[in-house]
């Protein structure tokens, strides 16, 4: 007999003994056994999530999902959801006042909707661009934010106590320096609003090459990789905020565009990896790599 075959015989003899002492047979004793499996087992799952969403509160459970596959658990998200539900875990998502940010009555050219059915393969082929308010304590300021569609990498933003052309502006001149833009190959896509329609703003897009696109008239969906990154933002930190004034919610605000957002955050359409790690680990993630997109080399032939 080898020494695994005198182990297990000894395990089974002291199962038997202790079996033949309470008075139930194996056969009940095993069986119970595989019955309290499961649940030990959710148990430790449990700690997990709790751990988890605790620490991000407006994960739901596929991201939770996500999580614990990086922390190498095997579980699927139909598993989590069940725990999370049991638990009160889902996160819970309320639709807040919006005043508006957007003025489409100017007379201004509107541009033709080139994002429309673009698919970005590289980084700095098409941007995106918005702007949403910001409660302070008794005053609303506002923000402007463009994010690269490749990666949703939140890469140009400002915050400003009005909606004048300078604060889109500011937003594309944070943009501009951080990123490679070759001339004809990237598309800046927004609403209709004055800020991004003003002679002001298309003339910086036309001196870099960039060629202007808007959304359709009645179509919100049109941009709503932007308003997707809006929701977030505004779920999961500025209605937590509870900022003082317009430098603590520009510090804030920052902060969670930066290091929460960009660094953090995973996102589904990225196969739950966080921008920075999606650009980093991916073929078209470098800034300086040349455009696949076939669209026109000189932009100002959309005039």
């Known amino acids: 007999m080898t020494h695994a075959q005198g182990d ?3 395990a089974a003899a002291s199962v038997a003994r202790m079996c033949a002492l309470a008075g139930v047979s194996r056969a009940a004793y095993y069986r119970r056994d595989e019955l309290d499996r499961p649940a030990r087992s959710d148990t430790q799952l449990r700690d997990a999530i709790q751990r988890l969403a605790l620490a991000n509160r407006f994960y739901g459970y596929r991201r939770i999902t996500a999580l614990l ?3 190498g658990w ?3 998200h139909k598993r989590v959801q069940r725990l999370m539900r049991e638990d009160n875990l889902l996160c819970l998502r309320q639709k807040a006042f919006r005043p508006p940010t957007t003025d489409s009555r100017h007379g201004w050219r509107v541009w033709p909707n080139l994002a429309r059915h673009l698919a970005p393969m590289a980084t700095d082929q098409l941007w995106v661009a918005d702007i949403t308010y910001v409660r302070l304590a008794e005053a609303f300021v506002y923000l402007a934010v ?3 569609a490749f990666s949703r990498r939140a890469i140009g933003w400002a915050l400003a ?3 004048r052309a300078e604060l889109a502006l500011a937003a594309l001149e944070m943009a501009l320096v951080s990123r490679t833009v070759v001339a004809g190959g990237l598309v800046h896509h927004s609403d209709r609003g004055v800020q991004y329609a003003c002679g002001d703003y298309i003339a910086r897009l036309l001196a870099h ?3 202007p696109s808007m959304s359709r008239v009645g179509c919100p969906w049109d941009n709503a990789m932007a308003e997707s990154f809006m929701k977030t933002l505004k779920l999961e930190e500025v209605e937590a905020g509870d900022y003082r004034d317009l430098d603590d919610a520009n510090a804030r605000i920052g902060t ?3 290091q929460v957002y960009n660094r953090q955050r995973l996102h589904s359409a990225l196969g739950y990896a966080p921008p920075v790690e999606f650009e980093t680990r991916s073929p078209g993630g470098a800034a300086a790599q040349q455009p696949h997109l076939m669209i ?3 932009c100002h032939q959309l005039r």
């Open 69 to 71: 596959k990086r922390e």
């Open 296 to 298: 026109a080399t000189n």
């Open 74 to 76: 095997s579980v699927n």
């Open 256 to 258: 969670f565009i930066e």
């Open 209 to 211: 090459g960039i060629q």
């Open 161 to 163: 106590d009005h909606l």
């Open 8 to 10: 297990s015989a000894g």
């Open 146 to 148: 463009i994010l690269d």
